[in-house]
T-cell receptor, first 114, second 112 residues
């Protein structure tokens, strides 16, 4: 499976600021996904990022709040904008690989907003 | 958004015991996946199931894709302390271009 890294691994931020999370994959992948996992909860898809096109956002998530870049087939960023304490979560990227395009996850970015 | 019904929510067992957890859905999925998440880590794929009725093993883990394509179960045999963690099921309707729908997770505690 692909090796996926995320930066930063964790951060503590002040409300009203923005944080950009990076996801790097060691092989070229078509689809990259960004998920949010709120404390003690399951994973919820934020958006799907394809290289060369705009990200597709799920219901309840908007581009102004979570802008995404996908400049090439191995890298993507997610920005959490104008943060509030409710944005405190783990943010995870995943990629599809293999014959079934099974999704594999990065280690996550733990965000605490004060 | 839609979620899968995963049960039990938590389990407390003794080392050496077998564990069973399952997921159900009101709609059909073409792929079922089981992940384990350790504290401070991202989910790690345990087993992927692609065909209705498929039974797949990975060491002490066994998972089945329900024949109706609306359910799946995961069994862990002879549990050990390192099995502790949260187990998530996930369903996918199409291939990799389709999003994953997750269960709420089963938190497993193994007492030595």
């Amino acid at each position: 499976s692909a090796v996926i890294s995320q930066k930063p691994s964790r951060d503590i931020c002040q409300r009203g600021t923005s944080l950009t999370i990076q996801c790097q994959v060691d092989s070229q992948v078509t689809m990259m996904f960004w998920y949010r996992q709120q404390p003690g909860q399951s994973l919820t898809l934020i958006a799907t990022a394809n290289q060369g096109s705009e990200a597709t956002y799920e219901s309840g998530f908007v581009i102004d709040k979570f802008p995404i870049s996908r400049p090439n087939l191995t890298f993507s960023t997610l920005t959490v904008s104008n943060m509030s304490p409710e944005d405190s979560s783990i943010y995870l990227c995943s990629v599809g690989q293999g014959s079934g395009e099974t999704q594999y996850f990065g280690p996550g970015t733990r965000l605490l907003v004060l | 958004g839609q979620q899968l019904n995963q049960s039990p929510q938590s389990m407390f067992i003794q080392e050496g015991e077998d564990v069973s957890m399952n997921c159900t859905s009101s709609s059909i999925f073409n792929t079922w996946l089981w992940y384990k998440q350790d504290p401070g880590e991202g989910p790690v794929l345990l087993i992927a199931l692609y065909k209705a009725g498929e039974l797949t093993s990975n060491g002490r883990l066994t998972a089945q894709f329900g024949i109706t394509r609306k359910d799946s179960f995961l069994n862990i045999s002879a549990s050990i302390p390192s099995d502790v963690g949260i187990y998530f099921c996930a369903g996918q309707r199409q291939g990799g271009s389709e999003k994953l729908v997750f269960g709420k997770g089963t938190k497993l505690t193994v007492n030595p």
